[in-house]
């Protein structure tokens, strides 16, 4: 079993900054990548940064520039620096873990955490 926990999100004027985490616990497991994802009321959710094991990272072209996703060891916590916030930046913001477990591979979706940029 896998639980992932997002925290970090809040309100913040436009221009303002935050700082995502996103924290993986469990019993026996490895992580293969990261994602950020997030879903802004009446639309779709979208990718917005993932990093793999290796430390590679790849951004939605709408972040790329603002956002920084990091971590120097996935089990310990990946975070997202949302820089130059905007209005449309709000949204609940979600952490896909892609884990393998001694069963297989396991998808882990954490609740979410709400940010909102006042224009």
């Known amino acids: 079993q896998v639980h992932v926990v997002e925290s970090g999100g809040g309100l913040v004027q436009a221009g303002g900054s935050l700082r995502l985490s996103c924290a993986a616990s469990?019993?026996?497991?490895?992580?293969?990548?990261v994602g950020w994802y997030r879903q802004a009321p009446g639309k779709q959710r979208e990718l917005v940064a993932t990093i793999s094991s290796g430390g590679l990272s790849d951004y939605a072209g709408s972040v790329k520039g603002r956002f920084a996703i990091s971590t120097d060891n996935p089990k310990n916590g990946v975070y997202l620096q949302m820089n130059s916030l905007k209005a449309e930046d709000t949204a609940v913001y979600y952490c896909?873990?892609?884990?393998?477990?001694?069963?297989?591979?396991?998808?882990?979706w954490g609740q979410g955490t709400l940010v909102t940029v006042s224009s």
């Open positions: 896909k873990v892609d884990t393998q477990v001694p069963s297989g591979r396991l998808i882990v």
């Open positions: 469990g019993s026996t497991f490895s992580i293969n990548s």
